[in-house]
């Protein structure tokens, strides 16, 4: 099946630094890349829809000055945590949409472990 | 806006059990329903993927199934094992992902 790469798998950073986190679609193109976070014992929830070539759309209550996203390619989404803050410790996950023969799949990666000290 | 809830919150059952989990949403215009495990302090694992189409899904141990029209969506687990243990999550996808809080289970040896 198809493969979405994350990295770094776990950072730790100071607060007030700026972290970025790679998401990768290895053997697909994929024009669509979500962003979500998930707290302690909490679901999901989804921060951004990314799409190659344009800005991302950010979910409400989602500061988009301070998680910026590049889709710089059909393979390669960033999502940068500018002046990180404790609070923004938490589990992200990217996902990679692809659409073919009818069907509508998003792959996810195995997800960013940010811990802001 | 899409609601998921799942139930219960969290199981606890002895190893060889057949065991449900229930997933229900509000919005029944998905185009896809999506159950999946998690690990503590890991990343998403898909087990199933049940197109609007379709009302059921078979892997293994596992069959799901998707009633649209009543917004519900069961998880059954065939004689459970230890290394079932995980949170498994439902997600309905219509223009996004809409994710359950997911169901904690402990299957004790």
């Known amino acids: 099946g198809a493969v979405v790469s994350q990295h770094p798998s776990r950072v730790i950073c100071k607060s007030g630094t700026s972290v970025k986190i790679e998401c990768r679609s290895l053997d697909f193109q994929a024009t669509t890349m979500f962003w979500y976070r998930q707290f302690p014992k909490q679901s999901l929830m989804l921060m951004a829809t990314?799409?190659?070539?344009?800005?991302?759309?950010?979910e409400q209550g989602v500061e988009k000055d301070k998680f910026l996203i590049n889709h710089a390619s059909l393979t390669l989404s960033t999502l940068t945590v500018t002046s990180a803050h404790p609070e923004d410790s938490s589990f992200y996950i990217c996902?990679?949409?692809?659409?073919?023969?009818?069907?509508?799949?998003?792959?996810f990666g195995p997800g960013t472990r940010l811990t802001v000290l | 806006k899409q609601e998921v809830t799942q139930i219960p919150a969290a199981l606890s059952v002895p190893e060889g059990e057949n065991l449900v989990l229930n997933c229900s949403f509000t919005?029944?215009?998905?185009?896809?329903l999506q159950w999946f495990r998690q690990d503590p302090g890991k990343g998403l694992t898909s087990l199933l993927l049940i197109q609007s189409s379709q009302r059921e899904q078979t892997s293994g141990r596992l069959n799901a199934s998707l009633d649209k029209s009543s917004g519900r969506s069961t998880l059954y687990i065939a004689a459970s094992q230890p290394g079932d243990s995980a949170t498994y999550l439902c997600?309905?996808?219509?223009?996004?992902?809409?994710f359950g809080t997911g169901t904690s289970l402990t299957v004790i040896p």
């Open positions: 996902s990679a949409r692809i659409i073919t023969g009818g069907t509508d799949t998003q792959y």
């Open positions: 919005d029944s215009a998905i185009y896809n």
């Open positions: 997600a309905t996808f219509g223009n996004q992902f809409y």
């Open positions: 990314s799409n190659e070539g344009s800005k991302a759309t950010y």
